[in-house]
């Protein structure tokens, strides 16, 4: 069994980072900074989602690498958002603090939608960065994107963030109304999670 320590204690996102690993085969532990006795991580002020995603993975890996302290697990950060083309691009790396620093998801969406009162173009797209560090040290990163739209109304009552408004016609849904498994499948996490679990699998030979 693999260890793997996520940089984040974002419940949502522990569970799909879960479902991941199980769908990919993975016999895998995951536990989060705060299981491992770490405070609040810097602030995320890079420009990208790459910038954001390093942060979260080197503070904790410094943390865990600490006094006598020696990491024996990978590290796992994602750093993610939504980019609307009329908005050029925003609200991008500031996704979750679009409302404010403390906004909730319903206070970012009502103001995205306020933004795009009367705009006839709602293009968008979904993207996620990740940053891997090995036990050895090594620094790895993917990331994945999906492109779709935003919808005035929302939809479905699962998912988090800007998933009820935000719609993939591959599936003619919102995210907020993926079943888990098509959510994973198609999804900018599901896919950049995708490719950091090959990684890991290659780091370790193959051998799971």
Same mark, same amino acid.
């Given at each position: 069994?693999i260890?793997?320590?996520?940089?984040?204690?974002?419940?949502?996102?522990?569970?799909?980072?879960?479902?991941?690993?199980?769908?990919?085969?993975?016999?895998?532990?995951?536990?989060?900074?705060?299981?491992?006795?770490?405070?609040?991580?810097?602030?995320?002020?890079?420009?990208?989602?790459?910038?954001?995603?390093?942060i979260?993975?080197?503070?904790?890996?410094?943390?865990?690498?600490?006094?006598?302290c020696?990491?024996?697990?990978?590290?796992?950060?994602?750093?993610?958002?939504?980019?609307?083309?009329?908005?050029?691009?925003?609200?991008?790396?500031?996704?979750?603090?679009?409302?404010?620093?403390?906004?909730?998801? %319903?206070?970012?969406?009502?103001?995205?939608? =306020?933004?795009?009162?009367?705009?006839? *173009?709602?293009?968008? $797209?979904?993207s996620? #960065?990740?940053?891997?560090?090995?036990?050895?040290?090594?620094?790895?990163?993917?990331?994945?994107?999906?492109?779709?739209?935003?919808?005035?109304?929302?939809?479905?009552?699962?998912?988090?963030?800007?998933?009820?408004?935000?719609?993939? %016609?591959?599936?003619?849904?919102?995210?907020? =109304?993926?079943?888990?498994?098509?959510? *994973?499948?198609?999804? $900018?996490?599901?896919? #950049?999670?995708?490719?950091?679990?090959?990684?890991?699998?290659?780091?370790?030979?193959?051998?799971?």
């Amino acid at each position: 069994m693999i260890k793997v320590c996520i940089a984040s204690n974002n419940r949502n996102k522990i569970k799909q980072f879960g479902e991941i690993f199980s769908e990919k085969n993975v016999d895998a532990e995951l536990f989060t900074a705060k299981d491992v006795g770490m405070g609040d991580f810097p602030p995320e002020d890079g420009t990208t989602f790459y910038g954001n995603s390093f942060i979260k993975a080197k503070a904790l890996y410094d943390f865990m690498n600490s006094g006598d302290c020696k990491c024996d697990c990978y590290i796992l950060a994602d750093d993610s958002g939504v980019s609307v083309d009329a908005l050029g691009g925003a609200p991008g790396v500031h996704s979750a603090r679009f409302a404010g620093e403390h906004a909730t998801d %319903e206070e970012n969406n009502l103001l995205l939608q =306020e933004k795009l009162t009367r705009v006839s *173009n709602r293009a968008a $797209h979904y993207s996620c #960065a990740v940053t891997l560090i090995t036990p050895a040290g090594r620094i790895m990163c993917t990331g994945g994107r999906v492109d779709g739209e935003i919808i005035s109304t929302p939809r479905g009552h699962d998912g988090f963030g800007y998933d009820p408004y935000f719609y993939y %016609e591959g599936y003619g849904k919102t995210f907020a =109304e993926l079943t888990s498994d098509e959510r *994973n499948a198609i999804s $900018h996490r599901g896919r #950049a999670l995708g490719k950091a679990v090959e990684l890991i699998i290659a780091d370790i030979g193959g051998d799971i």
